[in-house]
């Protein structure tokens, strides 16, 4: 199987800089076989008149089958959103259900750009099925809580590593795995040297909730007398390859700690607005050479999986709460759902970027639209004036995915008709 | 002329709540002639299934031929944006480039549902030229700035009087005009009372900026020994209808003159942190009971007139900013856009609301989409969930401005073609 993107404006990186050039991109079979030629007779040519190809996003925190929960509970207080509203929902989803959830999740990544994601849940198997069907990238991660005492904790990692065996050879490479303590509030110290025990077994790193709200700060320093991030360096989380989502509350040694030991920061702005839980210092941690990514959370603190959205909020809100229009550019938000994406995940060498010998990761943006005119920038376009809907043709592992707004590895009207009926079932 | 929208759910508003109903609009001549009765043979029939009728959006402060400095100058220190970038350019620009510039503003807004805006700028009947095309609504202003003894205030207050003269029984009535004293830096004491005697010889409200940046109230401080709001109070600009954009810094005192005054504030959230000027108090204008709207500005500082993209940061900036889920909800938010910006405008009992005896300023949005599955809640879908690329059909004054995302009243391939050559021409 080859294609051919004809003629079409291009994101391409070098020296570390992106640039947009006019060019053709020849995929064969996985990989990006060639750019700028375009004289191959490809199975399929893309013409790419008012179009632009950019590396497939990478959305590096989320919780994809929470899309069922979307738009379910708003403007509420944070207990009140997740003890009343979500929490007992969540208990009634099936497996059955979060297939479905986690189709109507990939549906909304794909059509928004996104080819890869790292997801924390509990029905890991079924999420799987849904990114094996539906051709997506993934890095899965079956969500982890206990303590290193209760039944329920040493369950969960044993079904954890049932899964990962069960993965081993299916889904064409495109499934990785990593291991998912929660949280410092709801794993104890001897849980999470369990789970650093399991990582190393497997050769996993971690994906962990960081700092997300005040309360865990003092909750965790009544516990522990230090700060999250000290009270998990401490006990050698940050010796692995670490995913820290949230990371809000942090202070200045908080943030020396997570440049020294390399930890991988997934910021989700448009999470942490939503729940009242803040702003994290992302100036400061990309100061300090911290990789920095982006995350949109799951459906139901956000409420989309639409990465232009974040890339908005998180090139916009800095400048304003700084005071410095200067902060954050276009080109660094760009970074964070691309290359630094797929540095974190370990990946570097295969996506995040349309170079030769990367795997075909690619989506297609229709940029003969009102919001791209004139053409001053279109790096600049891409984090202030894409919405994300804008995305027509996605192409993950070198196979169309969605071709001119059409899915063609997904049963849309299914999905559509599914998430309806579990949505109503759910909410009785 | 009679347009038919049979089966569609609709955005109403109720006792001052909003609902969404499944419903038919029934549009006659420019009125919504009836809601719910769908036996009407009408010229044209609009078939509801998987669409979204909501009240036709309403962006109270822009700078729609701004749209020709789109993505050209980013990520830059205010003043660098302004004197190196801006001003320069702005300075080249002849009456031809603002026609096309504000039309593919209007083809932007149309495209995001806006179907009324606000507008400050010079060549006030190019704008009015394109609007009156276009079909679109408009309050237009003529932005003043001088002294009370420069020749170039005079001339400037003259011109606009003409302008106001020429349109004057054109455009169907959807032509209305507001004075627009720039801003309080930028108009001295005696110039304000010389725009103040213009605004009430034509019975006209006001239209000014206000404390956007920290440094403005500096000056004025400085200057007047006071606040900028309690500048403008003395000089009785808000004893006329007012329009304040931005008010990004306020005392408490400050709130409580435009409280008292009942200033209509627009706030910018986009412009004011992409400048780099902070983020307004709207949560304590709103407790005051201060009517807030939305404004986009221009497309330089922002980069689109997509007022849904404003609708999500102003729902959700707020929330983490002050730590608190359930500050300015979706449905107020949706008032910011609607209700609320027609009573600024004087209109609110023409537009802001579907509603029998309204105006038919009309937007569509199309909902099958993966980003409205499961509908659990289509009102905060609007504010968290909805890029603005969604709207597919647009009726303004009960004229069919878009239909399937098919601009019926501009040459949008024309509009492309020369807003492309005029940026190329400026940049050089």
Redesign the interface.
């Known amino acids: 199987m080859s294609i051919l993107i004809k003629n079409v404006l291009a994101v391409l990186e070098k020296d570390l800089d992106f640039s947009i050039e006019e060019t053709s991109i020849y995929i064969e079979n996985d990989i990006i076989a060639d750019i700028g030629n375009a004289d191959y007779n490809a199975d399929v040519i893309i013409d790419g008149k008012n179009k632009l190809a950019i590396p497939g996003l990478i959305n590096n925190h989320t919780h994809a089958y929470m899309?069922?929960?979307?738009?379910?509970a708003?403007?509420?207080?944070?207990s009140q959103?997740l003890f009343d509203k979500i929490l007992p929902i969540e208990d009634k989803l099936t497996g059955e259900d979060a297939y479905w959830g986690t189709m109507?999740g990939i549906?909304?990544m794909i059509?928004t750009g996104t080819t890869c994601f790292t997801d924390m849940y509990i029905y890991i198997n079924e999420t799987g099925r849904a990114v094996d069907e539906a051709g997506i990238r993934v890095c899965l991660s079956r969500g982890l809580v206990g303590t290193g005492s209760d039944e329920g904790g040493r369950r969960r990692i044993d079904e954890a590593k049932q899964e990962i065996e069960y993965w081993k050879g299916r889904g064409n490479g495109r499934i990785s795995f990593i291991a998912a303590p929660h949280a410092p509030y709801t794993c104890d110290d001897k849980y999470l040297l369990n789970v650093i025990e399991f990582a190393k077994e497997y050769n996993l790193g971690i994906n962990i909730h960081l700092s997300e709200s005040?309360s865990e700060v003092v909750e965790i320093y009544d516990k522990y007398k230090c700060t999250p991030t000290e009270f998990l360096n401490k006990l050698g989380v940050f010796d692995l390859n670490t995913l820290a989502a949230h990371c809000v509350y942090l202070t200045d040694n908080d943030i020396d700690i997570l440049a020294e030991k390399n930890v991988n920061v997934i910021t989700c702005p448009?999470s942490?607005?939503?729940?009242?839980?803040?702003?994290a210092p992302i100036t400061k941690l990309v100061d300090k050479g911290i990789n920095v990514c982006l995350g949109t959370d799951g459906a139901a603190s956000?409420?989309?999986l639409?990465l232009?959205?974040e890339l908005?909020?998180v090139t916009?809100?800095h400048?304003?709460?700084?005071?410095?229009?200067?902060v954050i550019?276009?080109t660094e938000g760009l970074k964070f759902v691309t290359s630094n994406a797929a540095k974190a995940l370990g990946l570097d060498d295969k996506i995040g970027k349309i170079k030769t010998g990367y795997k075909a990761d690619i989506a297609i943006l229709d940029i003969?639209?009102?919001?791209f005119?004139?053409?001053?920038?279109?790096l600049?376009?891409l984090a202030?004036?894409t919405?994300?809907?804008?995305v027509c043709t996605v192409i993950v592992d070198g196979k169309i995915l969605m071709k001119d707004n059409e899915f063609l590895t997904i049963d849309?009207e299914k999905?559509?008709y599914q998430?309806?009926k579990?949505?109503?079932r759910l909410?009785q």
């Open positions: 899309s069922v929960f979307r738009n379910y708003d403007d509420l207080p944070f959103w109507l549906m909304e059509k005040r448009v942490n607005l939503k729940l009242g839980n803040g702003i956000n409420n989309t639409n232009f959205k908005q909020f916009l809100i400048k304003g709460t700084e005071e410095r229009a200067d550019s276009a003969d639209k009102p919001q005119y004139p053409r001053n920038n279109l600049s376009a202030y004036s919405c994300g809907d804008e849309a999905v559509k998430i309806s579990i949505a109503e909410l």
